[in-house]
């Protein structure tokens, strides 16, 4: 992959950063400790006299557990406990869902199967030995009896009247939950409409593929009664809080720890069946359990993401100007609703950029059996922004259009900020047309569209796609949480503390996931407090020693953690200040904190440690009289308002028309974060989430065969991630408008780089077959799906009757986005 990048020049108020603060791109915190092969993951947590799970797993998709004989592998030699469902079920509650679908009935989800597993791959039983090798051997020696039941795996034909219903005792179908959003009469615009497009978009199930597995170490000390439960997550307070819950302890007896994690990407949200059996075998046997998941494992345990089915229509008048906008759309969970569930953006941020009035969107979260669906980087705005954009180009060729102009025509204007979408997201503040404009004109655009389509040498034609879009980041507030019954708040909690060698250490829940958190971390504080960058030390991850807090996910985690550690730092400056000033015998007014010293601003020579301020407020000797000892601060924040970021990129390809062989022969992207407290993170975390985007466009898709209900690809050999030589050249760029609504004026950045690939790249490809008629609609977009397309042979989608909108009222997603 070639990188071409154009980083901001200051901290986006037009000054220089202040060194180690926000702007500056100082070198990571994480780096030293990684780069030396000296970080701690959960595999590296060995305790004395640790024991190691080997879980079994249903072969079949859908199948009726007859029995469960464990005689032969508990008397195997080194097999120190079996569980079985029954066991299970005698022991502990089922899993807790975190984020529930408004209007779902809750699923009774046992860490084992019950009577009947819904899924290829679900936990039946578990075995604990000395090794893992032998708790794998006496997985053979169980004697499981299976009745395989029908299945279902497509998502349309789990609605069908007479599919197989996967939990009848609770549902009568597979649809779990339908919700609908809107505003208007699209309806009646639709009709009025000089020009309607729309299509049935088909976007393929794929996985996170963390390179760390999900992990767990479980120890539990019976006289202490305290579970310690070392975990590769996002949330440790959460899964705190589900463990409690799930193993009828109270939340003062779990402790949860993620000191490194390699990789989440919203995979790692929540408990997980395995975590629950560990620390049920630790309890039992009163000694550490682990349990490292294996890739095999991974393909058909950890949750999928992405899979969903799309109908989206766009209405325009003669002159290209939106109408209307709906998307009724199918999105396929799984066997069971995992701890965060259906992805929910594609109906928040369900028009992109464009200016709509009347907008329509519909949820059915459909039940099938496969693994169970979870959050996955972009949680449903990949999926959402490939049918708009791609309609969008179609909108542009069937009224001979300029797909810029009409973008730039359609799209919400800066002066019309703050405005309220129709499904009720509140985009902030921005300059949506000015990205769109910067990326055309770095990707060619005017001197491609005067060339006309002319074959290279080699017979390729070229085409340049554009994509558009608005990702929200972070959420609106606990009240908007509340409305959807959410298990967590929108805020985050820090406390900052001084010791005596003048430095300040800083204490988080946020887990260290490769989002570089410790150091943007690191330098709010450096920027608030005047400390030195590198005498801030951040402690991540352990519920044990950080404020409840709610976790690294939904790009959220700057937008609520800058706030709380703004607020800690200004407490604790303030009365660094107080007790400098009493020791210099000045005004605190005259004082400033700067590196590792207090000093008069108007005489330098007038100073005094940090170290030595720090030591007195820690032994409470050499303070002024009524001052409290101690210097320590704990904050708390949670934001008004999600922040909205956005951008466009835009795909240069060349494309055989004779085979459908395409290559992204260039990538621009056009991001803007708002305020940015360390650009090349920044640049790290969009690259990062556009090889993920590119993975989902191009290469990745998790199949099932429709007859046996089997994975058919569940190994690395088989499953096509894109390595660094697989990526296009990418070219990014920025623009800084900073967001009202957030501390600093921040944006989330994690995500935005899966949004745009899909639609960008297919938009370029249709752009260079325009002359053949050729439209995609579905991802991955492969060489064989062009050549079909060229022939006449791709399957055509029409919009199908039961994925029109629901008439009468629906529960609602949750009002104020």
């Known amino acids: ?22 702007g500056a791109s100082v070198p990571r915190k994480e780096d030293d400790r990684l780069l030396r092969g000296d970080g701690r993951f959960t595999d590296d947590v060995e305790p004395a006299r640790v024991l190691h799970m080997a879980v079994a797993r249903c072969p079949y998709p859908h199948a009726r557990i007859v029995r469960v004989d464990a005689t032969a592998a508990r008397a195997l030699e080194g097999v120190k406990h079996v569980l079985t469902g029954p066991e299970v079920r005698a022991a502990s509650e089922p899993l807790t869902v975190l984020r529930p679908v408004p209007g779902a009935p809750q699923l009774p989800y046992y860490a084992l199967a019950q009577d009947v597993a819904t899924h290829e791959g679900q936990p039946v039983a578990s075995v604990v030995a000395t090794s893992r090798h032998v708790a794998e051997d006496a997985l053979e020696l ?81 006289g202490a009664r305290e579970l310690t439960v070392h975990s590769s997550t996002q949330v440790p307070h959460l899964i705190r809080k589900q463990l409690a819950e799930t193993l009828r302890l109270q939340e003062s007896d779990v402790r949860a720890v993620a000191s490194d994690v390699g990789g989440g990407f919203g995979l790692k949200l929540g408990v997980f069946p395995e975590d629950v059996l560990a620390c049920l075998h630790a309890i039992a046997l009163r000694r550490p359990v682990k349990w490292v998941e294996d890739r095999a494992e991974h393909f058909r345990a950890s949750t999928h993401a992405r899979e969903s089915v799309h109908d989206y229509r766009i209405a325009a008048d003669a002159e290209g100007r939106i109408l209307a906008m709906t998307d009724v759309y199918a999105t396929d969970i799984g066997g069971w609703n995992s701890p965060f569930g259906s992805a929910q953006l594609s109906s928040v941020v369900m028009n992109g950029p464009y200016r709509v009035e009347h907008g ?3 949820r059915r979260v459909t039940l099938t059996n496969k693994t169970p669906v979870g959050a996955y980087r972009g949680y449903g705005q990949p999926e959402v ?24 025509m359609n799209m919400v204007k800066a002066s019309d900020l703050p405005w309220k979408n129709p499904t009720g997201a509140v985009y902030d503040s921005g300059d949506y047309e000015k990205c769109l404009r910067m990326a055309a004109e770095a990707i060619g655009w005017d001197a491609h569209r005067a ?35 959410s ?11 001084a010791n005596r060698s003048g430095g300040l250490d800083l204490y988080t829940g946020v887990s260290t996931m490769g989002q570089s958190s410790e150091t943007a971390f690191a330098q709010v504080i450096s920027e608030v407090f005047g400390i030195d960058y590198e005498a801030v030390r951040v402690h991540a991850g352990d519920t044990g020693a950080s404020p409840l807090n709610t976790g690294a996910f939904a790009s959220r985690t700057m937008i609520a953690a800058a706030g709380a550690l703004k607020s800690a730092a200004e407490q604790l400056a303030e009365k660094t200040l107080r007790l400098a000033a009493w020791r ?17 601003r108007d005489d330098e020579t007038v100073q005094v440690s940090l170290a030595e301020l720090f030591t007195n407020a820690i032994t409470g000797q050499g303070i002024a009289p009524g001052e409290e000892p101690g210097l320590e601060s704990t904050a708390h924040f949670e934001p008004s308002d999600a922040a909205y970021s956005f951008g466009t990129a835009a795909a240069l390809v060349s494309v055989d028309p004779d085979t ?33 985007g590119f993975g989902a466009a191009l290469t990745e898709e998790l199949r099932y065969d429709p007859d046996t209900g089997q994975l058919v690809n569940g190994s690395m050999v088989d499953y096509f991630v894109p390595t660094a030589a697989d990526l296009p050249p990418i070219e990014l760029l920025h623009t800084t408008v900073p967001s009202p609504v957030t501390t600093f004026g921040l944006r989330g950045v994690g995500e935005a780089g899966t949004i745009p690939p899909g639609a960008a790249v297919a938009n370029g490809i249709c752009d260079a077959l325009a002359d053949f008629g050729v439209e995609l609609n579905s991802l991955p977009i492969t060489a064989e799906s062009i050549w079909r397309a060229l022939c006449g042979r791709a399957t055509k989608e029409t919009p199908d009757d039961d994925l029109a909108p629901t008439p009468g009222d629906l529960p609602d997603g949750g009002v104020g986005y």
């Open 1 to 22: 992959m070639t990188t071409l990048e154009r980083p901001s020049e200051t901290d986006g108020t037009g000054s220089a950063p202040r060194p180690g603060g926000i």
């Open 142 to 222: 169980l004697d499981i009896e299976y009745e395989p039941l029908p299945h279902v795996v497509d998502v349309l034909a789990a609605l069908e009247p007479g599919a197989p219903v996967l939990h009848p005792s609770v549902l009568d179908s597979n649809l779990m939950a339908a919700n609908s959003d809107g505003s208007g009469d699209p309806e009646a615009r639709m009709r009025e409409a000089a020009l309607v497009v729309e299509d049935q978009f088909r976007i393929s199930r794929v996985t996170a593929l963390p390179m760390e597995t999900r992990a767990v170490v479980a120890e539990w000390r019976p």
């Open 360 to 362: 329509y969107a519909e």
């Open 385 to 408: 922004n490939f049918a708009y954009e791609l309609l969008m180009d179609r909108l542009a060729r069937r009224l001979d259009l300029d797909p810029v102009e009409l973008r730039a």
């Open 451 to 485: 060339a006309g389509r002319t074959p290279r040498a080699d017979g390729r034609l070229m085409g340049i796609g554009f994509s558009s879009f608005v990702e929200r980041t972070g959420y609106a507030s606990a009240r908007f949480l509340a409305k959807r019954g």
């Open 487 to 497: 298990q967590f708040g929108a805020h985050e909690s820090v406390t900052l503390r």
């Open 584 to 600: 210099l015998e000045t005004d605190p007014a005259l004082l400033e904190i700067t590196g590792s010293v207090v000093r008069r």
């Open 660 to 692: 459908g062989e395409f290559t992204v022969e260039r990538f621009v992207l056009v991001h803007d974060a708002g305020t940015v407290v360390n650009q090349k993170i920044v640049d790290g975390q969009v690259r990062g989430a556009l090889a993920q």
